[in-house]
Structures are given as structure tokens and as C-alpha cells.
């Protein structure tokens, strides 16, 4: 008897152990599924009641939204790339029925809506009106950044982000806010102390990691997954608008203890030269924005951004940067219209170019193209006398939005490597005598243009 | 591994012939039966390192998850949140409070929450207002009742304060001279066995709850009038009630929570706070047809003037056509009071951190908010500014909207304002009338983005310079030769009696009587004609069809304007150039107007009221409209006063309307 029951007990073990193993697969899929959302569930066959549930939480949180008539629209970028493939048919049919949930089941943990700040402001009664609705909800705030160049002002918070959440499924909420230089700002994601770390995977939100700039998005109403919704008009444009759209705020404070240090030149003089730079790169902004040729602060206009958030008054030009990948033959015609005429022209396409317009009242426009090697960017210096060429290596960067006098521009994202590259380890410190072919720290001889070559490559009007 | 899942459908008699069948097979094959048992405990053996690894596994991915989602989203600033003054249970209160000649203190719990010893200030009775529950401090208040009237504006103080309250008085010096039976009275009912016989240089402490009972009070006589009565220190003990006691019992709504989280944390604002009857903080005005100013931001420039900022913003808020919305108030310091004030309202608050001193001080808190407001708003391309003791007229928003697109499209416009500095109850009379003047009035007006930004900002007068921010902006510099509108009944009323350039003589001789719009939706008549080159046709018409007045006759009198009405009337008065005032500065004093610089001028041109008349004052020469002078009329030139010292009092108070 004693033997029969070694087997039962035996066979009853190893029947439990499978069971619990199996319940331990089960459950190590699920969890890893929720963890990696996309990668897993596809393996998976059938996924309706996850699938529906995110519908029906999207569902629900569009109608909390209307029922407090707060306008919201749809940023999500997965379910934008997914509409994006289907855009004409849903533009054509706005009302058209849908077979099956094709955008709003797609696997994922977050579904990411945008809000204008300035259009709602009442939140106790939507927060209330959520949590009867089953939401639980998470609200994050940090300084007003429209106030942050101010020197002592103080008193707000604004809401940046907001999520809520109902089962698996969350609803990432993001505030815009309108700032000077007319575009969109939102801001970072940054948890307190005594927030809840785990309420959502903060880390797959697509929004939030860094701050972020865009244009004003023109909307459209469709009606996808029988959910009327808002989207941006060009779902594949705001996409590829939101792949580059981290945004750099000035360094206030340190431009505030760098004035402490060296006062703010006052004179009439200084304003009127800032007024004047000021509105040379509106115009010049203006101008290659129409061509769709992306330009960065580059020399002294970026140091007078980095160092003091402002046009350094002794400094007599405005420079800015290009690729040459986004040299454009339209751009001298271009600003001649603006207003512009061409003051010089150095070098060529293949080599060295740099492009100098002619402001009103002697403020210059300096465009410099920017080569890219393998390891470097360089960019390209002419003296015209001796036809002298000047190299000037920048290690490579890449671009990010900022505000600057009004207005929203790119400036090198690595800003301190690129103002160390060019100023040297006291840029900190103002200097008014500048020859630009001796001065930066990263300025290489590079040869001489062959005489020959003289009249394209040096060009003064 | 499918086929080893249990089927739950077979029931347990079938499982055992199941297994009984396998037993006997197995039974007969010994070796077989041998390996199958290894084979288990293996399998065994297997599953439970699997199942560890698995734990193991989630335990891992699960932290990773909390450091991941820990990192990068930190908030590099570590707001560690300071810990919160620990709730004490403590029933019961000690409370000191000292009066003497030239000190007083009143100290809660070991606390000093009043101490005032400095010479030649303080003087009077100081009251304090705690909160019967936590014993926090609401309200701080000091009655010189040694001067006139100061008793009044304390009993209306006592009367807002709220049953229940607990309320503590001081003396310092002598608070006894103006205190009349009334304000004794007063004092007597709150439980004062003393405060009725008070008299020249008593000391006197009282602490007691409001409609309650008397914790403590000690007097001290004076024994000669050359002398003090000798210090008093009284000590006693308040027991505290419940929460529940000291909050009025409000249905919960969202605007009742804004009123309960004021009305426990300060005193002194009446109805608002009433139990039964509570004011409302909501106004709901009628919205305006067609507003153009619906979108301008507005800013209001406030101090540590609380009572006064909780005033106009009851009188903004009712104005039609007001979005709350636009409205930021800008706090000129870290105060507490003001900053209820504007939460109690709904609306938002920025504290600025005071800069320089006494008139600069002001200036860099007025370009503070400017930068900020157009920060805040940057589509805006005005503001609206206004300061915290100004009532706002009804039809305020009205007026703009149907100005405003003047000044975006007429460059030699400087402002829009809501003030009209002669504009007097005898100086004043049609509220649907505007005029362009080349001063810039203030006290309530609009400001072009552009100017701001592309003029005004970058030159701003720094925190060394103590120069007022409007004297500055009335600099021939600023304005260049740019003009205001203004309306003949102002929009805007200054309430203010006290502030940095402001005294009770002041309001009373320049403010007090000036006239207020009160009538809602005033269509304004002549908007068009006040463009520039219209508004020159206007005024030569005007003078066209003006009765030339007896210049014989003294223009101070009463007769000198005929007992008519709605007629059109001119004098012509000497100005030998664009700066000689001379007569001017004395035809305003006797028609008691601003005459302490001049103000609403056009090109030497002055248009006011006087007995229901319009009365048009033209400077001859030096006006281009002195050609409609008949050359029969001889100027009126009126001699200054001989050198007095109101000369010099002239440039300290020339700025006194701004705050």
C-alpha cells in the first residue's frame, strides 16, 4: 500500500507542479505583455478584451472631456501612424462606418491627447466628475517657464501634464501652452518627491521626457473606431514635427548671474542695435522658413542666447547656421526680396560657402554652411584679400527648439560644446575685440582658394 | 503538454478506475515503475528551478521597472516638502499683551505676533482678530483714535469681524482722545468693563471673544495729564473650540470652498464671510455684444493693500463684459492677505520680489507685469492696467471695446485710458464723449503691445533710478507728441486715501469729487472723429459754433458762464508759448480741478463742463486754434499767487495719483 501511495503522491505532485508551472507561464506572458505591450501581444491570437478595453476607456474619457466642453485633440503617436495610412479614405468618409476597431484596439498601454491651456480652466469639477467615472487621476505641475526669464516673479505652477486611468488603460493628457515667438510649448514630465512613481510606466510616454516646441496644428474632426475625435490636419507631418520637437530653455538664472557680473549695457545705442538684430532674424526667420530651410543660432547670436538670453549689443551682426544639405539656390533671390541685398558671397556649394546680407543700418546677416564628416561639422572662412581659407570644427550636434527674442529657432542642442568649440573655456567672459580668423579657439588654416577660382569663390558687392 | 491538463469534467469515480488500470499495469513492470519515479522527481526538481528563475525573474523586472520609471522623471529640483508646523491638540491658548507709552505686544503661545515699539508710529489701539479654533492670527489692525474719525473705521471693523472671534486690543501712547460713545459702546458690548471710562493716556489691554466671553482685561490710569497711566501686562488663557464651531456651515460647492478657505484664514471682509447671507463672489455680468475686448489681457498692479484689492476686484468683476479669465493681479511683494484675496476670487495671482525702493520700487513691479502679462499672453496685442484702488465702472468694458481699435490703427495715439483728470462732478457731464489729450492720465488705461515691447521695455528706467514709471512715461521722450483718449466721465474712480504718494487731504481736495460713470452700455458718439486729422475738423467746428464768452468779467466767478444749457462756450486765456501755464494753473485752481501740473490739454486747447455747458479754454497764442479769437477779445491773463510754499509741495505731489 505504502508504494501505491509513493506513486499518488508522486503523480499528484508533479500534476500540481505542472499546473502551477503553467499558471506561472501564463502569468510571467501576461505581465511581460503588459510591460512590452506590442511585442507580446501580437504573438497572441485573440486579445479581444484587452483590445476593447482601451476603446471603451478612450471612449469615456472623450465623453468627460465634452461633457465639460474642453477641447482635446488626439496626439498619440502610434494611432496617428496608423491613420496616417488610412488618411485619404478617412478624410473622404468622416462619417463612414467602421467594420472593425482598427486604430483605437492597437496595442498599447497610453493613448496621448492634447489640450490648449487657454482653453479650459475649471479642473476641480472634471477631476470630480472622473472619479465618479472610475478615473484615477495624476496631475503634474512645475513653474511657468513664460515666467522663468522674468527676474522675481513667482506665485504659479501651471499644470503640465495630467493622467487618468481606468483598468489597464491610460489616458496621457498634455498641456500646450501658447508662448511668445507664436508656437506651442509643453512641458517635461518630472515627478515629486511624493508622487507615485508607479501609478503608469512612466517611461513609455511618449511625451514628457523632454519639453517640446510645435507649430500651431491646424485640426480636423474624423470619426475613426465610431469615436469622433480631433486629429492634426497632417497626422505624418506632426509626426515627423514631433521626432524633432525637444525644446531648450534659455538659462535664466545663469544669464541673471552673468549680468550680475557684468552689467546689461543700458545706452540708447544698445537698444537701438538690439532692436535692429531683433528684427533682421524676424525677417530672417521669416524668409527661410517660407524656403523650408532649417537654420540654426550659430556664433555670436547662439552665445548671446546661451550666455545672457539675449542679442550681445556689441556684437555687429547676426549669424546663423545651415547644413549645406539644405543649401537652396532660391535663398539669395529670396532675401533679396526681403529686402536683403547680398553683401558677399565666399566660397562654393562643394566648399567652404558662407552668405552675408545686408541689413538696414550696417547689420549684417551671416548664413555659414555647416559640412558634416564622420566625426566632425565644420564650417568655412574666406578673407577676401588674400583669398585665405579658414576652417572652423564643431563636434557634431544635433538641433533643438528654443525661444529667442520672440521667436521659436533652433539652436545646437549640445550648446555648450558648440560654444566651447567656437569660444574657447571663457566664453563666460565678454570679449569686444573678435577677428573672426584668429580669435576662435577652433578656427584651422585651410589653404588658399587657387587664383583662378577668385572671381566665383569671392564675391563683394 | 495539453493532453496533462486536468479535464474538470471528469468526476472522480471515473479518475480512480483511471488510475487503478495504470496501477496494475505498472505494478507488473517493477523496472518501468523505477524509472517513471525518477522521471518525477526530476520533472519535480525542474519545476521548482523554473518556478524560482521565474520568480526571481518578475521580482527583478518589477524593480528595474520602479528605477526606470524613477530616473529621468525625477524632478532635479528635490521639492522636499518642508514639514508642516505639526497640528497641536492644545486646547487652550496663553495669550500676554502689553500696552504702554511706547510699546505694545500681544504674543500667542510664546509667539510675538504684534510688536511695535518704534517712536512717533503706532499710535492708538491695536486689535487683533484670532481664529477661535486654531488661534491663528486673521486680522491686524491699528485705530489712531487719538485723531479724528479713526474711531468709526474701527467700530465698522469690529462690526465685519464675525461672531465667535477672539479679539484683542492694546493701547499704545493714547488711543482715547477721538474715541467716541459710539466705538465705547461698542467695546462695552464685546464684555469691556474699562473701555467706558477710558480716558487721556490710559493704558489699557482687553482680550475677549466676539459675543462671548471676557478672557482678561487690565487698565491702568493715567494720574496726570502730563503723564502716562504705567504699563499693563495682561496673561490669560482662550480656550479653543472645535473646527466645526468656528466655520459656517456653506452647501459644498466649488465657490464655497474658495469662501471657507478664506473666511478661516482672515477677517475683516464682512458679508463675504456671513454664515447666513454670504455676499456672493460670483457676478455674472451681462456679456457684452460683439466684445473687442473680450481677449486683452488685464493686468492689476497691486500692494499690500488687501481691503482695497478685494474692493476693485468686486467692482472689475461686475463690470459687463469682463473675462475673468484675462485677469492676472500682480502682488508687489511676498504678501499673504492680498494673495487670499485673489483666490477667494478664482482668479490668478504672481508675487514679485520687491526691487529698490519708495517710487522705483513701483516702477520695476509695473514693468515686472507688463513683461510678464505679454509673457502670459503673447497673442495679446494690448493690456489693460489698472492698480488696486480704483472702482471699475460698469460700462468699462464697453467704452473700451468700442475705442480699442483706435489705438491699433491710429499711430499717433499713446493710450486708451479710463481717467479723465479734470473730469469733476461740476466738470463733467456726458458720458457718451471722449477727448484726445496729450497727457497720459493712467489710473486705468491701455497699453499697445508694440509700444511696450519695441519702446518702452528696453529703456525702462532702472531699479537705481527712483523715478515714477507714469512721470517717466509723460516724458516728452516717451510719449513723442502722442496723444491719449480719454472720457469726459471717467470710468474708473481712485478710492485710495492711503498709499506711498496719498493722504486724506490729498483724496479729499482732488479725488474724492471726481466724477464716476455708473450707466451701463453708454454708447460713445464721436469714436471716429477722434482720429487725428477728424478730431481737428471736430474742434474747429466746435469753435465754429462756440459762443464767445464776457471777458470782462473774472472766470473764477460763478456768472461767468451764463445759467444755460447744452450750449457750446470759449475764453481765451494768455500762453505766451507751449510751456507757460501761468493762467492756466490758476483758472484750474479756482475752478477747483487738477492744477498741480497740467492735465488734459490738446494742443492748448482744454474742454470741460461748467453748469451743463460745454467750456472750451484756449491759450492765445500759443494755441493754433487762437486764430478763432476775435480781435476785440483781449486773453485773460490771471497773476500767479506771490511765491508761497505751495510752490514746493508742487513736485511732491504732482505723481500722488498713482497709488
New interface residues.
Given amino acids: 500500500m505504502q508504494k501505491?501511495n509513493?506513486?499518488?503522491v508522486?503523480?499528484l505532485?508533479?500534476?500540481t507542479?505542472?499546473?502551477?508551472?503553467?499558471f506561472?507561464?501564463y502569468?510571467?506572458k501576461f505581465?511581460?505583455s503588459q510591460?512590452n505591450g506590442p511585442v507580446f501581444s501580437k504573438v497572441r491570437g485573440s486579445q479581444s478584451g484587452q483590445d476593447s478595453t482601451r476603446w471603451h476607456v478612450v471612449r469615456k474619457f472623450l465623453g468627460l472631456i465634452s461633457s465639460h466642453n474642453i477641447p482635446v485633440y488626439l496626439i498619440d503617436p502610434l494611432i496617428l501612424g496608423l491613420v496616417d495610412k488610412d488618411i485619404e479614405q478617412i478624410r473622404s468618409s468622416p462619417d463612414g462606418p467602421n467594420p472593425e476597431c482598427k486604430y483605437f484596439c492597437a496595442p498599447r498601454d497610453f493613448t496621448t491627447f492634447a489640450l490648449l491651456d487657454?482653453t479650459w480652466?475649471?479642473e476641480?469639477?472634471v477631476f470630480r466628475t472622473a472619479e465618479k467615472m472610475g478615473f484615477q487621476w495624476l496631475k503634474i505641475i512645475?513653474k511657468?517657464p513664460?515666467?522663468d526669464?522674468?527676474?522675481?516673479?513667482?506665485?504659479?505652477e501651471i499644470p503640465l501634464h495630467y493622467i487618468f486611468k481606468l483598468a489597464s488603460h491610460a489616458i496621457h493628457l498634455v498641456v500646450f501652452y501658447?508662448?511668445?515667438?507664436?508656437y506651442l510649448w509643453h512641458g517635461p514630465?518630472?515627478?515629486?518627491?511624493?508622487m507615485d512613481?508607479?501609478f503608469v510606466?512612466?517611461?513609455k510616454l511618449h511625451f514628457?521626457?523632454y519639453p517640446g516646441a510645435y507649430e500651431k496644428p491646424e485640426l480636423l474632426l474624423v470619426s475613426i473606431d465610431d469615436i469622433k475625435v480631433q486629429i492634426p490636419k497632417n497626422p505624418s507631418s506632426f509626426l515627423e514635427e514631433m521626432s524633432h520637437s525637444r525644446f531648450l530653455e534659455c538659462r535664466y538664472r545663469e544669464a541673471r548671474a552673468f549680468f550680475q557680473l557684468y552689467p546689461d549695457d543700458?545706452s540708447?545705442d544698445a537698444?537701438e542695435f538690439?532692436?535692429k538684430a531683433k528684427s533682421l532674424l524676424h525677417l530672417a526667420a521669416l524668409t527661410l522658413n517660407n524656403l523650408g530651410v532649417k537654420f540654426w543660432l550659430s556664433s555670436g547670436t547662439c552665445l548671446g542666447w546661451y550666455r545672457q538670453c539675449n542679442v550681445i549689443p556689441h556684437s555687429k551682426d547676426v549669424d546663423l547656421g545651415v547644413f549645406i544639405r539644405d543649401y537652396k539656390a532660391d535663398i539669395i533671390p529670396a532675401f533679396q526680396k526681403a529686402g536683403l541685398p547680398l553683401k558677399h558671397k565666399f566660397g562654393k556649394v562643394e566648399d567652404s560657402l558662407e552668405l552675408s546680407f545686408q541689413g538696414e543700418d550696417d547689420v549684417k546677416l551671416d548664413i555659414f554652411f555647416f559640412y558634416e564628416e564622420d566625426d566632425h561639422i565644420w564650417n568655412g572662412g574666406t578673407q577676401a584679400k588674400s583669398g585665405k581659407k579658414f576652417k572652423y570644427l564643431f563636434p557634431k550636434f544635433t538641433l533643438c527648439w528654443t525661444e529667442f527674442v520672440?521667436l521659436k529657432v533652433h539652436v545646437p542642442c549640445e550648446t555648450l560644446q558648440y560654444v566651447e568649440a567656437n569660444y574657447g573655456p571663457d566664453w563666460k567672459v565678454p570679449v569686444k575685440t573678435w577677428d573672426w580668423k584668429s580669435s576662435p579657439s577652433n578656427v584651422q588654416y585651410n589653404g588658399v582658394w587657387p587664383v583662378d577660382e577668385w572671381d566665383d569663390v569671392i564675391q563683394i558687392y | 503538454m495539453d493532453e496533462w491538463k486536468p479535464n474538470p469534467a471528469i468526476k472522480p469515480h471515473k479518475k480512480r478506475s483511471w488510475y487503478l488500470a495504470w496501477k496494475y499495469k505498472l505494478m507488473n513492470q517493477r523496472a518501468l515503475r523505477k524509472l517513471w519515479q525518477t522521471g518525477a522527481v526530476l520533472f519535480l526538481l525542474v519545476t521548482v528551478i523554473v518556478n524560482i528563475k521565474l520568480i526571481l525573474d518578475t521580482r527583478r523586472a518589477a524593480y528595474e521597472e520602479e528605477e526606470e520609471s524613477a530616473q529621468d522623471y525625477d524632478d532635479e529640483m528635490l521639492n522636499v516638502e518642508v514639514p508642516r508646523h505639526p497640528v497641536s491638540n492644545k486646547k487652550v491658548l496663553d495669550v500676554e499683551v502689553y500696552s504702554s507709552r511706547s510699546k505694545v505686544y500681544v504674543a500667542v503661545d510664546g509667539t510675538t505676533v504684534l510688536e511695535d515699539e518704534a517712536r512717533e508710529q503706532g499710535r492708538g489701539i491695536h486689535v487683533i482678530v484670532l481664529n477661535q479654533a486654531t488661534g491663528h492670527v486673521m486680522a491686524k489692525r491699528v485705530f489712531d483714535t487719538y485723531s479724528p474719525h479713526e474711531d468709526e473705521a474701527m467700530v465698522l471693523f469690529l462690526n465685519m469681524v464675525a461672531r465667535g472671534r477672539i479679539l484683542i486690543f492694546t493701547i499704545k501712547d493714547e488711543g482715547s482722545f477721538h474715541l467716541k460713545d459710539t466705538a465705547k459702546n461698542v467695546l462695552k458690548s464685546l464684555g469691556s468693563q474699562v473701555a467706558p471710562f477710558l480716558s487721556w493716556r490710559d493704558m489699557w489691554t482687553f482680550v475677549g471673544k466676539k459675543g462671548g466671553e471676557v478672557y482678561g482685561e487690565k487698565h491702568a490710569k493715567s494720574p496726570a495729564l502730563s503723564t502716562w497711566g504705567d504699563p499693563v501686562l495682561l496673561k490669560t488663557e482662550v480656550h479653543l473650540t472645535s473646527m466645526e464651531d468656528a466655520e459656517c456651515h456653506w452647501p459644498d460647492t466649488e465657490l464655497n470652498r474658495r469662501r471657507k478657505r478664506f473666511c478661516s484664514k482672515v477677517e475683516g471682509y464682512g458679508s463675504v464671510c456671513s454664515c447666513k447671507d454670504p455676499t456672493p463672489i460670483e457676478f455674472n455680468p451681462d456679456p457684452l455684444k460683439d466684445n473687442k475686448v473680450f481677449d486683452v489681457p488685464v493686468a492689476v498692479i497691486a500692494g499690500n493693500r488687501p481691503n482695497y484689492l478685494y474692493r476693485m476686484l468686486r467692482s472689475l468683476l461686475s463690470a459687463q463684459g469682463v473675462n475673468p479669465q484675462m485677469i492676472t493681479v500682480f502682488i508687489d511683494g511676498y504678501y499673504e492677505e492680498p494673495m487670499d484675496v485673489v483666490e477667494l476670487f478664482g482668479l490668478s495671482g504672481i508675487q514679485h520680489t520687491p526691487i529698490s525702493i519708495k517710487n522705483a520700487r513701483v516702477s520695476q513691479h509695473y514693468k515686472a507685469s507688463l513683461t510678464a502679462t505679454f509673457n502670459l499672453f503673447p497673442d495679446a496685442k494690448f493690456a489693460v492696467v489698472l492698480e488696486e484702488d480704483l472702482d471699475i465702472s460698469v460700462d468699462f468694458f464697453s467704452f473700451l471695446s468700442q475705442s480699442i481699435h483706435l489705438l491699433e490703427e491710429d499711430e499717433s495715439l499713446y493710450c486708451i485710458s479710463a481717467w479723465n483728470d479734470q473730469g469733476y462732478e461740476h466738470t463733467a457731464e456726458d458720458p457718451s464723449l471722449l477727448y484726445r489729450v496729450e497727457t497720459m492720465p493712467g489710473l486705468g488705461w491701455v497699453l499697445r503691445k508694440s509700444l511696450y515691447k519695441d519702446e518702452l521695455e528696453p529703456k525702462w528706467p532702472t531699479p537705481e533710478k527712483l523715478w515714477d514709471w507714469d512721470m517717466w512715461m509723460r516724458m516728452p521722450e516717451q510719449r513723442k507728441g502722442r496723444e491719449c483718449i480719454i472720457p469726459d466721465i471717467s470710468r474708473s474712480y481712485h478710492f485710495g486715501i492711503v498709499g506711498l504718494n496719498m493722504n486724506g487731504y490729498f483724496h479729499e481736495a482732488y479725488f474724492k469729487k471726481h466724477k464716476f460713470n455708473t450707466v451701463p452700455n453708454v454708447q460713445l458718439k464721436n469714436v471716429e472723429s477722434l482720429r487725428k486729422d477728424a478730431y481737428e475738423m471736430e474742434i474747429h467746428r466746435l469753435l465754429g459754433e462756440a459762443e464767445v464768452l464776457d471777458h470782462s468779467k473774472n472766470p473764477c466767478e460763478d456768472s461767468f458762464v451764463p445759467d444755460t444749457e447744452g450750449r457750446v462756450y470759449v475764453t481765451f486765456i494768455r500762453m505766451e508759448q507751449e510751456a507757460d501755464f501761468t493762467t492756466w494753473t490758476q483758472l484750474a485752481k479756482c475752478l477747483h480741478i487738477w492744477d498741480l501740473d497740467v492735465r488734459g490739454n490738446h494742443k492748448g486747447l482744454w474742454r470741460l463742463f461748467r453748469k451743463k455747458n460745454h467750456f472750451l479754454v484756449v491759450g492765445v497764442p500759443a494755441s493754433p486754434y487762437s486764430s478763432k479769437k476775435p480781435s476785440a477779445v483781449t486773453p485773460i491773463y490771471m497773476e500767479p499767487p506771490a511765491k508761497e510754499e505751495g510752490a514746493v509741495a508742487v513736485p511732491a505731489v504732482a505723481a500722488a495719483e498713482q497709488t
Fill in positions: 501505491i509513493k506513486n499518488v508522486l503523480a505532485l508533479s500534476l507542479s505542472l499546473v502551477f508551472l503553467l506561472q507561464l502569468y510571467y505581465y511581460l510591460k487657454k480652466k475649471h476641480l469639477g512645475n511657468d513664460r515666467l526669464g522674468m527676474d522675481d516673479l513667482s506665485g504659479i501658447e508662448r511668445s515667438g507664436n514630465l518630472r515627478l515629486k518627491q511624493h512613481r508607479k510606466p512612466f517611461r514628457g521626457r543700458a540708447l537698444v538690439r532692436k520672440e
